[in-house]
């Protein structure tokens, strides 16, 4: 029988394909078979946060869910998908320089198509991207994701395309951005349709929350994924438990403010008793619905036969200092499943800085919040985000940065210098620090981090850890320049986030496993097996 074709992408090549994975044996179902032969192998190109990893999982998956195979490059693509981040300059230049390359790839493929999302496609910027990104083809903003398979002429019965419909547009300072309504409905069911293409088996995005409503001045994120959208709590809970039955060991919830959940929803009786203070930044009516508390013990609460959370590890990220409220704490240290790791952007050790980066909490108060987390779970691996070079940092503003690193001793400290995006409130004000004194403050400041880490690394040695094994590393000469070689073939991440590696083969992959830390450098532990985790 001659199997359907569904409807290709004008004029797209028809490539050398994979094999499918077995032929069609019962009659009665061939006819519904697709024809992979004229569908698109796709590739899609992730770069940025977490949030653009999930996204990125749930396009590939209603792109296989269409019938489309993946190619494991651009090159053998007929669909490259670029899911960009916007967050830096530099991050948009990396894909602008790779115009040209892609502008050779279509004249050599004429079918090849280019599709461009993420953060730099914005309501507002539509006009300059077709000069920015001459090779791409079609441009979506992240709330319109959903619609990739349509508007690619793909969508069949089986896959779970959105038809495109008007985005609600709401001002965001002298901005308009596209409102997230529809992503939560689109989740769910993709959710359901079973088309999320997870990366991992282990190991699970979950997002919660969608949007940002913070006045940081510096970032595009507000402008281009619009105001905060919380998931319903029961399809967290039901994504949640579907990760559980499937057997994923460590899940991590995602929102660009995951504390600040709930506070869109609706009023629910089933949460009257959350009353939750804020200490910090603007109020918010958080009474009544369900918030990041409530969330964090319900998919604790997901407990096997034998008592213990089927999901042991639960993590959240990212966090505003202005959102992590007492109840939040006190969930933290009450839920065996959460793990002992906070990300806690701070940006700037200053409060005039801070004032100016529109952050809405000093040091004092972060500080306060470190000490009372420090309290509640006692070894949390604290980690941060530091801007320097921000509009106006004068050189005693940025050793108060270097102060309080000294101070906090975080565990890791994700650090970039300032970079002014169009259409941020920050544009307004001088962007002053010269690009050298921005780099060598860079410079400063990760040179400090190194010692701090290698020397709390240090404090691990002798130590078991429980680590979830999630990739095969190749063999190295050496790890260390001067210390012992050694030879690990497999790593993963501690409960508290440090990268551990260990000998062992891919068959650990996946498992929790009980090592003995023997080697500590800046930026991972080595050790060996002693046993099986959890
Ligand atoms: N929502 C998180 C928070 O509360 O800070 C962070 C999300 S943002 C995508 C990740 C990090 O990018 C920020 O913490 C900040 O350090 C950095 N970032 C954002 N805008 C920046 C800019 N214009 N220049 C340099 N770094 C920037
Ligand atoms: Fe950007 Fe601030 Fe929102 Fe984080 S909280 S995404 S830094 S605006």
């Known amino acids: 029988m001659t199997a359907r074709s569904l409807p290709v992408l004008d004029g797209l090549a028809v490539t050398a394909r994979p094999p499918r994975p077995g032929p069609v044996t019962d009659e009665r179902v061939a006819e519904f078979v697709t024809d992979d032969q004229v569908l698109p192998r796709f590739h899609v190109w992730t770069l940025g946060c977490q949030m653009n990893q999930s996204d990125s999982e749930e396009m590939a998956g209603a792109l296989r869910a269409a019938g ?50 993420g953060c730099s496609v914005r309501a507002d910027g539509l006009v300059n991207l077709q000069r920015r990104y001459p090779a791409v083809d079609l441009f979506l903003r992240p709330d319109q994701e959903p619609e990739l398979v349509a508007r690619l002429g793909l969508d069949s019965p089986t896959a779970p395309g959105q038809a ?44 919660i929350i969608y949007g940002c409503d913070k006045t940081c001045t510096y970032c595009i994120v507000p402008f281009s994924r619009g105001p905060e959208r919380s998931r319903p709590f029961d399809d967290v809970l039901a994504e949640a438990a579907a990760l ?18 709930g506070h869109d929803l609706p009023t629910d009786p089933r949460f009257g008793a959350v009353r939750p203070r804020r200490h910090l930044g603007r109020e918010l009516a958080l009474d009544g619905r369900p918030d990041m508390a409530e969330l964090l013990r319900a998919i604790d609460g997901i407990r096997g036969p034998d008592g213990a959370p089927r999901i042991p590890r639960l993590r959240f990220v990212t966090s505003h200092p202005w959102d992590l409220s007492e109840r939040l704490i006190e969930a933290m240290a009450a ?34 919040l470190v000490a009372r987390l420090r309290d509640a779970i006692p070894g949390i691996a604290l980690t941060t985000d530091v801007i320097v070079g921000f509009c106006g940092e004068s050189e005693a503003q940025f050793e108060a940065t270097l102060e309080l690193l000294r101070r906090v001793r975080f565990d890791a400290v994700f650090a970039a210098a300032f970079s002014p995006r169009p259409g941020t409130p920050a544009t307004r004000l001088p962007d002053d620090v010269p690009a050298d ?44 320049e001067g210390e012992a070689p050694v030879r690990p073939r497999v790593a993963g991440r501690n409960r508290e986030n440090r990268l551990v590696h260990l000998d062992g083969g891919p068959e650990l992959v996946g498992r929790l496993v009980k090592v003995e830390v023997d080697h500590a450098g800046p930026y991972a532990l080595a050790g060996r097996l002693v046993g099986e985790g959890a």
């Open 437 to 480: 004194v921005k780099r060598q403050r860079l410079n400063a400041l990760l040179a400090l981090q190194e010692g701090i880490a290698l020397d709390l690394n240090r404090a691990w040695v002798g130590r078991t850890t429980e680590v979830l094994v999630d990739q095969v590393r190749p063999p190295r000469s050496h790890d260390h």
């Open 244 to 261: 559980a039955d499937a057997g994923v060991l460590d899940v991590t919830l995602l929102g660009q403010n995951v504390n600040s959940y």
């Open 164 to 207: 495109p419909r008007d985005a609600s547009l709401q001002r965001v300072g002298r901005l308009m951005a596209a409102t997230a309504d529809r992503l939560p409905g689109t989740r769910a069911a993709a959710v359901a349709a079973g088309t999320v293409a997870r990366g991992s088996r282990s190991h699970a995005w979950l997002p």
């Open 68 to 117: 489309c195979a993946e190619a494991p490059d651009m090159a053998s693509a007929d669909l490259i998908v670029i899911n960009t981040c916007a967050i830096r300059e530099q991050a948009e230049q990396k894909v602008i320089g790779r115009m040209g390359a892609l502008a050779r790839m279509k004249s050599a493929n004429p079918g090849l198509r280019v599709v461009l999302t």
């Open 335 to 368: 839920c065996p499943s959460v793990c002992e790791h906070l990300h806690l952007p701070v940006q700037a050790g200053d409060d005039a800085v801070l004032h100016r980066m529109g952050r809405q909490y000093t040091v004092g108060a972060y500080l306060e």
